[in-house]
């Protein structure tokens, strides 16, 4: 049986891949899919995507997009999350600092460049009418641990994360959320290399298939939020929130969501040209 790699963040967005392996699923349409965390996020995935660590990555919309225009060897095959992810603005709990427009100037925790929370620093210094050449500073930090320790000691002032990944943190009292920036498109898609969809487009084809048929009905699975909830360390009230404004795809990243997505990307001057859709996304 053929194994396909895939990559993704250890949050609630990919419990749907673990029940299906669990219940192997994939198995039973002849694939192997084998599973791999990465805490550090987008920029990580994208380093494996191209050193062939993973075949395939769930991954950040814009975070993948970038690395494809800078000549990545990969494609989208499929949105995931077609709702935006709630990104929050924090800072450490005991900070001096009480708002977006206090940050500016300061440092930012990054996991690392290229990475979501570092993509969506310049989203939310655009939204602020900031000067993202002169107002942005950062320090790597490779993943929430390493935020924590960065924003406590203050060798970063504030750490753009998933709103209800980070909720735990605010709730004891590490992190204090100052407010939330939402990408303003699909926030999570599947991306694959070249390379895997060229020599297993048929299973990638099953294995999308039964994901698809997964996802769904994922919000109807009886006890669903509970079971959440338990398995991420999260609040159940917290859960049920994000449950109700989180949406899975089924479909492939449409043109109009290509075009503002890479129009963003341009006018922050993160890539250096727009790609022909070709060139970033593949239809199975």
């Not at 380093?47 to 075949?55: C, S």
């Not at 669903?224 to 492939?252: C, M």
Request: with cysteine; aromatic share 8%; glycine share 4%.
């Amino acid at each position: 049986m053929k194994t396909i790699k895939v990559g993704g963040v250890p949050e609630h967005f990919n419990l749907p891949w673990h029940l299906c392996i669990e219940e192997k699923l994939f198995e039973k349409e002849g694939v192997n899919v084998i599973w791999k965390d990465f805490p550090g996020g987008t920029g990580a995935m994208n380093k494996a995507l191209k050193t062939g660590e993973i075949d395939v990555a769930v991954i950040l919309t814009e975070g993948v997009i970038k690395d494809i225009s800078a000549n990545a060897n990969t494609k989208i095959i499929q949105t995931y999350i077609g709702s935006p992810l709630i990104w929050g603005i924090h800072v450490a709990a005991d900070s001096n600092f009480n708002s977006v427009e206090e940050l500016k100037n300061t440092k930012a925790a990054i996991s690392r460049e290229g990475s979501g929370s570092h993509l969506m620093t310049y989203i939310n210094a655009q939204n602020h009418q900031w000067d993202t050449q002169k107002d942005l500073k950062f320090e790597i930090v490779k993943n929430l641990d390493g935020a924590v320790e960065a924003l406590s000691k203050d060798e970063a002032q504030y750490f753009m994360w998933e709103h209800f990944t980070t909720k735990p943190l605010v709730d004891k009292r590490i992190f204090r959320r100052v407010a939330d920036c939402p990408t303003p498109w699909p926030c999570f898609v599947i991306a694959a290399r070249n390379h895997t969809i060229t020599a297993e487009k048929d299973r990638l084809k099953k294995m999308l298939q039964v994901l698809n048929n997964k996802t769904k009905d994922f919000k109807d699975l009886p006890h669903i939020a509970e079971i959440l909830a338990e398995k991420y360390d999260q609040k159940l009230e917290d859960i049920k929130q994000w449950l109700a404004i989180t949406e899975w795809s089924q479909e492939q990243l449409s043109t109009a969501e290509l075009e503002k997505i890479q129009d963003k990307l341009l006018a922050l001057k993160l890539i250096s040209k727009k790609q022909h859709n070709s060139k970033l996304i593949y239809n199975l």
